[in-house]
Structure formats: C-alpha cells, structure tokens
C-alpha cells in the first residue's frame, strides 16, 4: 500500500482520512471532517456523529531493551515502526472493505476513521501479588484497558478501541483478542456499542515477522465488526475464522488472508505462525482453505478475504445504518 500518513499526522489541526478525502473527491459520500488537536482526545463529542465509525488504536508501552531492535532513532516516542505499520494495515484493511461496499452500492453515507490515540500504559499492580499482576489474562488487560478508556472519556457507543500491546512472553494473552460483552463495534443486546480488543504485537514481532504483525493487527480489529449473526448468514462459517483464506499461489507457497492468521497451518509450533490460535476453526469450513500438506511459505497479506469483506459490510449496515 501506498505511504499516506496524511490521516493521522500528529500536529495536524485538520485530519481527514485517505478515505474520507477520496469520498470527498468523488462525490459519492459524505465526507466527515473534524477538528481536532494532536493531544485532545476528541472522541467522546466525534463518535456520535451519525455516519461515522471511529477505530482508535492506542500504542502500549515498549520497552527500551526491545526499542533498540528499531534503531537509536526509535528510542523515544510512541509509535516504533511495528506499530506504525500495524495502524497502516488497520486503515487499509477498511479501504477493501469500503471499497468493496461502494462498488456494490453500499455503505455510501458511511465513514470509518482510524486515528492515533494517545498512549495506554496498562502497568501491573503494585500492589497486588495475584498472577494478573505479573502476567495479565487477556480478561485482566482487557478490563484495565477499558477502565483507562473509560476514564478518559472517550467510550462513545460506536467505537472500536484497539490497544497495541508488547508482551511477547504473556501465553496468557497470545496473539491478542476480545472478549464479550465488549466484543463488538455497535449497539447491540449484550455490550454498550464499544469494542475493545487487543493485538500483541510484541508476540508477532518476537516469533513472526512484520507480514504477521499487519495480519494479526487486522484480525484482532476485524473480530469486533463481525457478529454471531453475521458470520451465521455467510456461507458454512460458524466462527470469524472461517472467514479467512488460505490460498496456494505455488506448490509449496500458502498466501493466508487477516481473519484466518493463526488458524491456517497445522495445531502445533511452528504450523504458519510460530503459535495457533486457540480459538475455533474448521479448515473445511473456511472460505477457502488449499490444504498445507507440501507448504514451507507462509505469506500473510493485509487484504481480507471476499467474504471477510462481506461480513463486516453486513456488520456494518446492520449496526450503523438503521
Ligand atoms: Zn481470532
């Protein structure tokens, strides 16, 4: 993808997304700008605007020791390169999805925003000796994240908030996950219309690669715009995984879409990525799934499948348009 940082460009009085500029351009949406300064976190009066979905995803603390596989230039701030580009990948995870939406004559009122939160520091207790101190569950980092959220204001009832964590020994935590009732981007009967969700991309830098990284970032995020009822009405799929793609582009060459990242290979170390996921899945049941006998590439891409795409679309009008 293209390099546009236009979107999320700190100190930026006006931002705009790529999209939303493109929509602009066209004519054929309506285009959402809003004012906003590089440290005032606006989402609490943004969000509820109508025909607007915001994505905001909240750098983690990185520690100085894993910093330095960066360079000496990512010492200081709060977005090194893997998180950079795991917002990027986010952003244009949408644009597929949008742009498959309006060449159907769908979702044409609506916009999605991804922005740069402030940072998150979700540190343990100092005063707690109990296992969730020292190595959170994804329940214990996903309760501590909303509380933090929470009290900045900034739940608005149609937002998804992503935490980019680096924890790349938590097995507790994993790849990163949400958890219900705060599993899913608008009103719905169970949570309060924000999601929270968390993507370790510490876990992906350490024992995958960058291509593992965009993919999980994505997949983590895409989970809150795909409800039960949706992934019931696609096809054979029971579970967001399903929606996934494992294509074989050559012999020994498996090309695997966001939503099937940690499921495509084999259940055991070094299947695909380093670590299966441990939630559900049917290899037979997936959009499309080639089959790993013979595979030793495993190529991650950033762009969800035709039937991702479609899920989160029907998620989307379901959610947000009515
Ligand atoms: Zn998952």
Not at 40 to 69: K, N
Not at 90 to 106: N, T
Not at 285 to 297: K, L, Q, S, V
């Amino acid at each position: 993808m293209p390099e546009d940082r236009s979107a999320i460009s700190a100190g930026s009085r006006w931002r705009v997304t790529r999209r939303e500029a493109l929509a602009a351009v066209g004519g054929s949406a309506v285009s959402v700008w809003t004012r906003s300064g590089p440290a005032v976190d606006t989402a609490a009066t943004a969000g509820h605007r109508d025909g607007l979905v915001r994505i905001r995803v909240y750098p983690g603390a990185v520690p100085f020791r894993a910093r330095l596989r960066y360079g000496l230039g990512e010492l200081r701030g709060n977005w090194p390169p893997p998180f950079r580009d795991a917002l990027a990948a986010i952003e244009a995870a949408f644009e597929h999805v949008l742009a498959y939406a309006r060449e159907r004559s769908r979702l044409e009122d609506l916009a999605v925003r991804v922005d740069r939160a402030p940072p998150i520091r979700v540190s343990p207790s100092a005063t707690s000796l109990s296992a969730d101190s020292v190595l959170p569950s994804l329940e214990a980092l996903l309760g501590r994240f909303r509380e933090r959220v929470r009290n900045r204001g900034a739940l608005t009832g149609r937002t998804c908030h992503v935490l980019l964590c680096w924890s790349p020994l938590n097995y507790r935590v994993g790849y990163g996950g949400t958890l219900a009732p705060n599993s899913v981007t608008g009103l719905d009967d169970g949570g309060d219309g924000d999601a929270l969700t968390v993507a370790n991309v510490g876990a992906t830098e350490v024992w995958d690669s960058r291509a593992v990284t965009r993919n999980i970032a994505i997949h983590e995020t895409l989970h809150t715009f795909l409800s039960d009822d949706v992934v019931r009405s696609i096809g054979d799929a029971y579970c967001d995984h399903e929606l996934g793609t494992a294509v074989r582009t050559a012999e020994n060459t498996l090309r695997i879409s966001p939503m099937a990242t940690a499921y495509a290979g084999p259940d055991r170390i070094g299947g695909g990525t380093r670590f299966h996921g441990t939630g559900c899945y049917d290899h037979d049941r997936f959009a499309r799934h080639d089959g790993h006998d013979g595979i030793e590439n495993w190529a991650y891409t950033i762009e969800p499948s035709e039937t991702t795409r479609e899920g989160v679309t029907r998620h989307l009008e379901r959610r947000f348009e009515t």
